[in-house]
Antibody, heavy 121, light 107 residues
């Protein structure tokens, strides 16, 4: 069974850091691009970042550029999102998603259950 | 960035109804358009990709159409489990922007 399991969320103060992880199983992780998508409380979906299958190419929404870093360890079947200089507006549920077809035609087809990040003093 | 606009924002319908949700892009995106369903408290689920291709395992009552800037998601006969939020997303260029969502409610 294809599965994604996020972890690492929690409560952090503004300006703080957090690293999210996404453990993948049930598919050949190194064959697929991966993405992070977030959803603020009561709001819609926002694409945050994607990384190519090799990890060499990365893409970010402008609001997180320079603060967030996406990476992956194909030997551990794990995706990461390092989040620095966190702001209140980063508060959201963060989903990781398997993303065939990156870049044009990307279609996140398997999603994790999400991990909650709360930025507050 | 490409802006995606969905309409309506909310919709009330009954079991068995046919419903259509529209998504408009601020520029041409060819057919690089995905549709998702999200039930409360759950992760999004991919329904349709490249505008009209049905994701594996998704019931055939869901269909998508369109190209360029105008797209539609149609549910041919609503089932109780279809009452949820629906989002479009362009996959033409980063950032892969989403529409604001359509909440489908039971009448």
């Amino acid at each position: 069974e294809v599965q994604l399991l996020e972890s690492g969320g929690g409560l952090v103060q503004p300006g703080g850091s957090l690293r999210l992880s996404c453990a993948a199983s049930g598919f050949i992780f190194s064959n697929y691009a991966m993405s992070w998508v977030r959803q603020a409380p009561g709001k819609g979906l926002e694409w945050v970042s994607s990384v190519s299958d090799s990890g060499r190419s990365t893409y970010y929404v402008d609001s997180v550029k320079g603060r967030f870093t996406i990476s992956r360890d194909n030997s551990k079947n794990t995706l990461y999102l390092q989040m620095n200089s966190l702001r209140a507006e980063d508060t959201a549920v963060y989903y990781c998603a398997k993303t065939p077809g990156l870049v044009r035609g990307a279609r996140p087809d398997v999603w994790g259950q999400g991990t909650t990040v709360t930025v507050s003093s | 960035d490409i802006q995606m606009t969905q309409s309506p924002s909310s919709l009330s319908a009954s079991v068995g109804d046919r419903v259509t949700i529209t998504c408009r892009a601020s520029q041409s995106i060819s057919t690089y358009l995905n549709w998702y369903q999200q039930r409360p408290g759950k992760a999004p689920k991919l329904l349709i990709y490249v505008a009209s291709s049905l994701q594996s395992g998704v019931p055939s009552r869901f269909s998508g159409s369109g190209s360029g800037t105008d797209f539609t998601l149609t549910i041919s006969s609503l089932q109780p489990e279809d009452f949820a939020a629906y989002y479009c997303q362009q996959s033409y260029s980063t950032p892969f922007t989403f529409g604001q969502g359509t909440r489908l409610e039971i009448k």
